[in-house]
């Protein structure tokens, strides 16, 4: 019998072009390797594709990482294993704050019971590793905690000489790469991070529910020592060691045994999200790092382009924006969330808002993943321009896909 006000009907989205800060579209390959048939946990082939897919997002984030895997939920489940696992309570950590997600981070990091310190830069700006590396002298902590692309801004953190000034301080260094990775370049041995996550809804072209993460041996290190496998799956050999984990979903010590030789029954995979991020890893591997990076450069240069030619005022420091979205300010007298709106039921396209001191001031416009291509650039921009004249602004007259055109000759 079936409950009352519901009917039967399958799940019949609407379609969507997502050009937005993500999610975006997922990759068509990506929903077909999704809909394959379910394995047993310990099937050899459930346990060959995760090791295919440890070895896959190796080469992702550019690196030997042994621990190198997925945490099962969304890029937030990544970082809350990688500090709740990384921090014991009264742990100094130090989070350069420059959007959104650095907020983030010092939520998460105080809420495992860390000393939280930050330093602050306005919305819109990066740090200089002179800045940080100032804080890093001053407060003296375990972990810095960076995000390397606040979507809330657009801004891409440069990260290439932090891992030196924490190697010279005895410093962890852990950075969320969720809306960079796959589209800015990114070196996680080359640059000496310790611990990365990220999320498959951005530029690796995947839908939110699979956080890849690569740790160093270093970091596993000090993860491995705080190890206590849950009753019920113990072996005898297993030894309590250091402060327990305060959580055990995200206890990477034991997570980093699920994937490992021993298999602890921590938990069941999600096989159908691994599915998906193994091909979105594949992907890109297949298209290659530096490609992918090229594609997202590309088709980012041509929207900056079109916005611009439209006669749009981009937001923040456009020598430091990610490749894969760009801010720009609402004309004046123009009710942004009226123009999305019409742009999403007329068309059936997103763009987003913003957050914080930025809601209601610019529209969020993403280039990314399976959508990092020429007709979604092209096609945006021209229906932008006619919801804007509609809307009254002043812009021009083809101005958009013109300039964006030009990128691409």
């Known amino acids: ?39 047993g946990q310990y099937d050899p082939a459930m346990t060959s594709l995760m090791n295919e897919t440890m070895a896959l997002y190796r080469a992702v984030f550019r ?101 030196e000034i924490c190697a010279r301080h005895d410093v962890l260094l852990y950075c969320d790469v969720t809306a960079s990775l796959g589209g800015n370049t990114f070196e996680m041995d080359a640059w000496g991070l310790d611990i990365a996550t990220a999320g498959l809804q951005k530029c690796l072209g995947g839908p939110s529910g699979s956080a890849p993460i690569s740790i160093s041996p270093r970091a596993a290190g ?58 979105c890893a594949r992907l890109l591997v297949e298209e290659g790092l530096d490609a992918a990076v090229e594609r997202h450069r590309l088709h980012g240069a041509a929207m900056l382009a079109g916005v611009q030619g439209l006669g749009l005022t981009v937001f923040g420091d456009v020598a430091h924006k990610m490749n894969n979205v760009v801010a720009v300010h609402i004309p004046e007298g123009v009710d942004g969330e009226a123009v999305r709106g019409v742009m999403l039921a007329d068309f059936g396209i997103e763009i987003g808002t913003s957050f914080g001191p930025l809601h209601g001031k610019v529209w969020r416009i993403g280039t990314m993943g399976h959508n990092a291509r020429k007709d979604a650039v092209l096609v945006t921009l021209a229906v932008l321009e006619q919801v804007l004249r509609a809307a009254g602004a002043s812009v021009t007259a083809g101005g958009g896909v013109g300039a964006a055109g030009e990128v691409y000759t």
């Open 1 to 39: 019998m079936a409950a009352e006000g519901f009917g039967h009907r399958q799940i019949d989205p609407p379609p969507r072009l997502l050009m937005g800060p993500g999610p975006v579209n997922a990759d068509p390959r990506v929903l077909r390797a999704m809909s394959a048939q379910l394995v």
């Open 63 to 163: 690196t030997t990482n042994q621990q190198t895997f997925l945490v099962d939920g969304t890029s937030r489940a990544g970082i809350e294993a990688a500090l709740v696992s990384l921090l014991e309570p009264g742990d100094r950590v130090l989070v350069p704050v420059f959007g959104r997600f650095g907020h983030l981070l010092t939520e998460i990091a105080a809420r495992c019971g860390a000393e939280v310190h930050t330093v602050e830069v306005p919305w819109g700006e990066v740090f200089e590793p002179e800045q940080i590396e100032q804080a890093v002298l001053a407060v003296r902590p375990k972990v810095l905690a960076v995000v390397q692309g606040d979507t809330a801004t657009t801004m891409c953190q440069p990260l290439a000489a932090l891992g």
């Open 222 to 279: 000090v993860i491995e020592g705080r190890k206590h496998v849950e009753a019920g799956i113990r072996s005898d050999g297993d030894v309590d060691r250091g402060e327990r984990i305060g959580s055990n979903y995200f206890d990477l010590a034991q997570i980093m045994d699920y994937w490992g030789e021993k298999r602890l029954n921590h938990h069941t995979e999600a096989t159908t999200m691994l599915y998906g991020a193994r091909e």
